[in-house]
């Protein structure tokens, strides 16, 4: 079957038109309609959030490390008012609030920060990140109103303090700020703000705030800031507990605002009478809020597959997102104030409850840093960018000539199209969150090129369920034109292109013959398909590399990788890598990592061939034992909640960890099967973990609780089956039902 796009106009592109953009002796940052640019160059930046003071000072620097091995560019965080102001004129930027020192690092790194001000941040924190003592004076927050500006202008002088040595016009990595967080409605308000940041001296060439909200968009200046936007795959801030409906944010849409965020804070409007409506063609598609995972409520507790996050993702890029956003990228752990537990919470007046320490949101990379499946799948995405975003970036989006309408539609085929009007992208999502899509055979894209239609691929091809994956045509391989693949490109180094076939399709690759003299493969199947060598490797793999010499007597390189292999696949600073485990680099060289398996070897590529590399590590079997207590003797106003929806049974267990060596490792995590509403794990009746129950195993850094003690207490409260939302068969019970000890395996290459 043929799949077209429409082939309307774009808005033209618009430049000089923003209060924005700086330049300093190195870099030039700019903002145009289509894009940012990075010194005078499109530049698609891959920004993934952390919260500094949600992670422990001691292991920001390795988790800064792993979220670059990831691909991100640019990290966004939220300075979070009451962490650092939590009693009135006392500030704190010390330990794993030092704010400082964390952007220092992220300097040393070589990467980007984008610092979220606020003042109000939500973040799933108490008051919104508002002290509980400024909510308690006569003021207007969030307002123009002079005593609450007063208070934030001290505020925002303090973040200078902090950061004024790493500001963009100093050298330094800030290139972006953002104001507030989900203001919809008080344009002069964001205005304010940013007049009070530049008065404190807290500059930056792209300033931005969130650009959602119910209807068409937020009210903002339009001229002094760039609207970024965002899209989950469930809203766990919803207040019902029954299945969603289909979400949009998987299909391809020209549309960026995604009404569902926020919904339990933003107000909505009674009439569309005198509405604003965003002017959509003045700013880049940008995003702040792919949401990487999310972080489950006491009633609404969705389980994330690694796929769906894939698929919002590349969903966003393939309509035309020119600048990925993550929230979380990292998840943390949330810190204990002085005065009060420091989560959102329907206690101070907010409209769901939030883990007390749990922050971990399902995201790439968890609260203790370990990845989870979509860390891999993104990273392919952002591979691509580095290399190809300059020239993705100008490409428009087209979409489907008979449009998706119905969003229980599981039989239509989701595509869009990136070009140039020479050559592009494909991208297919064939995925829905909790639905099975049909599967598609014989699919072939016709796309209307400047000086011809293309039919990409001639043959056609199947698209399985569950696929989701963009395809190049019209891709120049240095003198070597290829007119198009059924592989996904990851990058570019030198003379080879490494690209990896899609889980359930057959990798091909199309070439034109003119410049070749000869293609080196063995075992390769050649085809002629309309004119076309098509070339199918006999097997993908570390060793599938095909080589074409072209009549110069040059080479270039075609590596097929599996799925699985490219999920491993890394660039490290240059040094191309596959892994069996997950990887960053250190000042010694590669890390390579892994839970439970001591198979820390892998491969090199050495410009001609992937090497092998590494070496297994001595296996080693930590054993731990726990048993239930008869009673509870934990005694901590943190045990609330576990009674969250009513008093519940409560039962204890212990263990302890003082026989329990990590010589030689990276670290142990205890495995933690249980059914039950809330667990928690006190140390000298401190709570140092906890998590409301999704169905999965609990995965506890040994680590981040010897920083606590040695004499574990964990209590369970019961699960009922009323006033939450489950997707796990089991809906009720109460029980401890295995601990085990994993070991965290980690060698230098």
């Known amino acids: 079957m043929r799949y077209t796009v429409k082939t309307e106009e774009h808005a033209p592109l618009i430049k000089g038109h923003m209060k924005l953009g700086g330049a300093n002796r190195t ?11 990075l010194n005078a160059k499109p530049w698609i930046p891959v920004m993934g959030e952390i919260h500094y ?37 006392c500030f704190d930027f010390t330990g794993s609030r030092d ?3 964390f952007v220092m690092l992220c300097q040393k790194l070589g990467l980007w ?10 973040g799933e924190v108490r008051n919104g990140g508002f002290p509980d003592w400024l909510l308690k004076k006569d003021i207007k927050p969030r307002t123009n109103d002079p005593e609450y500006l007063s ?49 404190c001296r807290l500059t930056a060439p792209i300033y931005t705030v969130t650009g959602w909200n119910s209807a068409y968009g937020a009210e903002i200046p339009e ?59 003045l700013y880049p598609f940008a995003t702040c809020e792919i949401g990487g995972g999310i972080q489950v409520t006491h009633h609404r507790r969705p389980r994330i597959s690694p796929q769906e996050i894939y698929a919002i993702a590349l969903v966003k890029l393939g309509s035309g997102n020119n600048l990925p956003g993550y929230y979380m990228y990292h998840g943390g752990t949330n810190a204990i104030g002085k005065l009060s537990t420091l989560q959102e919470s329907k ?29 891999g799948k993104l990273k392919l995405m952002h591979l691509f960018l580095a290399d190809f975003g300059s020239v993705l970036a100008g490409m428009d989006a087209y979409f489907p000539e008979n449009p998706i309408t119905d969003r229980y539609d599981t039989s239509s085929l989701r595509y869009s199209v990136r070009m140039d009007g020479q050559s592009g992208y494909v991208f297919v999502n064939n995925y829905q969150r909790l639905d099975v899509l049909a599967s598609h055979e014989d699919v072939r894209f016709e796309i209307p090129l400047k000086e011809e239609t293309l039919l990409f691929p001639e043959d056609g091809m199947k698209v399985p369920s569950g696929a989701c994956f963009f395809l190049p045509f019209r891709l120049d391989l240095d003198g070597v034109m290829l007119q198009g693949a059924t592989v996904q490109l990851i990058c570019h180094k030198e003379d080879t292109w490494f690209f990896f076939a899609v889980d359930g399709i057959e990798g091909c690759y199309y070439l034109e013959t003119g410049g070749m003299d000869r293609v080196e493969a063995a075992g390769c199947r050649r085809e002629n398909v309309g004119g076309r060598l098509k070339l199918t490797p006999a097997a993908c793999g570390t060793d599938s590399v095909i080589t074409v010499v072209k009549k110069d007597g040059k080479k270039i390189r075609l590596v097929t990788l599996t799925q699985e292999q490219a999920e491993h696949f890394y660039d490290l600073d240059g040094t191309v890598c596959v892994a069996g485990g997950e990887m960053f680099n250190t000042d010694e060289g590669q890390a390579v990592y892994c839970l439970g398996n001591p198979d820390l070897t892998g491969f090199k590529w050495d ?19 726990f048993k239930e207590c008869p009673g509870i003797d934990v005694q901590s106003f943190c045990m609330e909640e576990l009674s969250l929806g009513g008093k519940r049974e409560i039962r204890q267990w212990e263990l302890s960890l003082k026989e329990l060596s990590l010589t030689g490792l990276a670290d142990v995590f205890l495995k933690i099967s249980y059914v039950g509403d809330c667990i928690q794990i006190y140390i000298n009746d401190t709570l140092a973990a906890d998590e409301f129950y999704r169905g999965d195993p609990w995965l506890v850094s040994v680590q981040e609780l010897l920083r606590f003690g040695t004499e574990v207490k964990i209590l369970v409260s019961e699960l009922r089956p009323e006033g939450v939302y489950l997707e796990t068969e089991k809906n009720s019970g109460l029980a401890v039902e295995s601990i085990e000890a994993l070991p965290l395996y980690e060698m230098i290459w």
């Open 607 to 625: 410009g001609n061939a992937f090497v092998p590399a590494g070496k297994s590590a001595d296996e080693r079997r930590p054993e731990v034992s």
């Open 27 to 37: 870099y030039e940052v700019d903002v145009n309609s289509r894009y940012f640019t």
């Open 347 to 375: 206690a101070t007046g907010y409209p769901n409850d939030l883990p007390i320490r749990d922050y971990d949101f399902q995201a790439p990379l968890g609260r203790y840093g370990l990845p989870h499946g979509q860390y």
């Open 99 to 101: 704010l400082r020192r």
């Open 223 to 281: 001229y002094d800031v760039v609207p970024v936007f965002g899209g989950y795959s469930e809203a766990p801030w919803d207040a019902s507990l029954v299945r969603l409906v289909p979400s949009s944010n998987f299909f391809f849409l020209s549309a960026r605002n995604d009404s569902s965020i926020g919904t339990d804070l933003i107000p909505k409007p009674l009439t569309d009478d005198g509405a604003f409506h965003m002017n959509y063609d």
């Open 113 to 122: 920060v984008v610092l979220r001000i606020g003042p109000w941040a939500h």
């Open 151 to 199: 208070y934030v202008q001290r505020y925002y002088a303090k973040i200078y303090e902090q950061v004024q040595e790493f500001l963009f016009e100093k050298e330094g990595c800030i290139f972006a700020i953002q104001l507030e967080n989900e203001l919809t409605n008080n344009a002069p308000h964001l205005l304010k703000l940013k007049e009070m940041a530049v008065q």
């Open 53 to 89: 003071s949600r992670v422990c000072c001691e292991d920001w620097e390795r988790e800064l490390r792993k979220m670059k091995a990831g691909g991100i560019t640019a990290v966004s965080c939220y300075v979070i008012w009451i962490y650092h102001e939590e009693e009135e004129g």
